[in-house]
């Protein structure tokens, strides 16, 4: 079973992309981006870009679309990484932590409640900016999952 690498990439830090352009050259893994916007990508038969149509989660349901058990998508939209799990996917955000079946049910409960603070009119901030931390986190999450794949796969 060969895994995919997708990238919900409008809203995809360049610090994380550089990661997994990094990660998919070394592990000879097919990356794409999804953005509704033409993206620049290193020159790499591993790593492609799609552009889909402008509109309210086009790139999301392309992505869930394409999505094939055991593939990876790194996002931080909550509810597109609850549809990949539904899937049988995995989902990664870009601060390196793991959506799972069992994490993803309180992350959509969260997401809604902070939608509501906000339509009542609650500032609630939007979140801090990608740390060296955060990406080094995610690095080696996406490292432990790459691994874990090639394992399988043997």
Partial sequence: MTIKLWVDADACPRVIKEVLYRAAEREQVLLTLVANQPLKTPPSRFIKSLKVAAGFDVADNEIVKLTEPGDLV?????????????????????????????????????????????????????PPAISQRDRQSFANELDRFLTRSKLKSL
């Fill in 74 to 126: 790194i996002t931080a939209d909550i509810p597109l990484a609850a549809e990949v799990i539904e899937k049988g996917g995995h989902a990664l955000n870009p601060r390196g932590e793991m959506y799972t079946a069992d994490t993803i049910r309180q992350k959509l409960t969260m997401r809604d409640l902070m939608d509501e603070l906000r339509g009542s009119g609650v500032n609630t901030g939007g």
